[in-house]
């Protein structure tokens, strides 16, 4: 098999791009239920009644961290790396958006969709179509060739 040099599509930088921005607001938002787990000080407080088994926002607070802030880091390094699992981990990523936007928007339904969901929604859309282009699986996916031992 021949090994041959690609350059890094624009697909992989509008990802990375997208995967940035999904840091920012993560840490936004997880660092504010930090420091204010009741949520009022981001307006949130009336919000906690609906959702079931928790008293404050500290477990979402440390879920926005752990999964949308440290994640896409890790991807970022994947992308720009040119490593096969950040293929699977943006993958695994949208999926998680879409799921936490889902669980949100049943939980809080009566509030109406709310700009957060519709930023995160669309963030998943984009990075959804850049992971499914050709150009980014076919530079995610390059050929290493073995190791030949030297006589």
Known sequence: MEVTEMRMPMSILVLVAVDVVLTGLALLGGVSLLLD???ASIGMDPY???IPLVQDF???AVWLIVVFAALPVILI???L???RWALIGSYALVA???AWMAAQIYLLYSFGFLLWHVAIVLLAGVSLAMVLMPSVRRYLARVVPPAVPQP
């Open 96 to 98: 998680l958006e879409l």
């Open 81 to 83: 790396a040119q490593k």
């Open 77 to 79: 390094y994947g992308l």
């Open 48 to 50: 906690l009644s609906y």
């Open 37 to 39: 787990p009741s949520g």
């Open 58 to 60: 500290m477990p979402a």
